[in-house]
């Protein structure tokens, strides 16, 4: 079981930049390929960026790619989300999510564990 709590969000303005954190429970972590998705009101939950459990390898949807980076500590069982550039379009629910898949997964049936979402709200 993994239990995972997600921190960092806030109020930002357009060319602002924010770091997501993403705290895990549970040994078997370090083992689970982990994403970062974002739900904005009325759409669906998507992808933002994703990393394998080793840490070496990465995915970014091409809306944040350039502007976000995802990393993790796994000593610290702590998952980052680097966001620079932000822009208003990226105002969502953003969650953490922990999964099996290897390297890792892109869509949400990738995902077997949950975070409860940070608000990021960029104003322009």
């Known amino acids: 079981q993994v239990q995972l709590v997600e921190s960092g969000g806030g109020l930002v303005q357009a060319g602002g930049s924010l770091r997501l954190s993403c705290a895990a429970s549970g040994r078997t972590f370090s083992t689970y390929s982990t994403g970062w998705f974002r739900q904005a009101p009325g759409k669906e939950r998507e992808i933002a960026a994703a990393i394998s459990w080793r840490g070496d390898r990465t995915y970014y949807a091409d809306s944040v790619k350039g502007r976000f980076t995802i990393s993790r500590d796994n000593a610290k069982n702590t998952v980052y989300l680097q966001m620079n550039s932000l822009k208003p379009e990226d105002t969502a629910v953003y969650y953490c999510?922990?999964?099996?898949?290897?390297?890792?997964?892109?869509?949400?049936?990738?995902?077997?564990?949950w975070g409860q979402g940070t608000q990021v709200t960029v104003s322009s």
């Open positions: 999510a922990a999964g099996p898949s290897y390297p890792y997964g892109t869509t949400t049936r990738g995902y077997t564990y």
